[in-house]
């Protein structure tokens, strides 16, 4: 079993900054992947950015060259640098989790959600 307790959320204007971090503990193994999705009421959960245990990453379009994603490995935690952000990002972000071994792969682990508001 894994717990993920994200932080970090809040309301900020457009073009402004904003850092969410996630940290996980319990059962996890050296080769997993954890990152951040988002969903806006009314719309589908989106991945936004995903950082592998060995340095590849992942991005959704929309936020390349905005976000940058890292991770600590010594606490296991993922943080997510928003810069330059814009009203459509407003969302519920979630830290997600999945192990890429043992007995427990391809299981999902979601944080409980944070709430990030960009006014115009």
């Known amino acids: 079993q894994v717990q993920l307790v994200e932080s970090g959320g809040g309301l900020v204007q457009a073009g402004g900054s904003l850092v969410l971090s996630c940290s996980a503990s319990?059962?996890?193994?050296?080769?997993?992947?954890m990152g951040w999705y988002r969903q806006a009421p009314g719309k589908q959960r989106e991945l936004v950015a995903v950082?592998?245990?060995?340095?590849?990453?992942n991005y959704v379009d929309s936020v390349k060259g905005r976000f940058t994603i890292s991770r600590d490995g010594v606490d296991n935690t993922v943080y997510l640098q928003m810069n330059s952000l814009k009203p459509e990002d407003t969302a519920v972000y979630y830290c997600?989790?999945?192990?890429?071994?043992?007995?427990?792969?391809?299981?999902?682990?979601w944080g409980q959600g944070t709430q990030v508001t960009v006014s115009s």
């Open positions: 997600n989790y999945r192990a890429l071994t043992g007995r427990d792969v391809g299981r999902d682990y």
């Open positions: 319990g059962s996890i193994v050296d080769r997993n992947v």
């Open positions: 950082k592998f245990s060995y340095g590849g990453t």
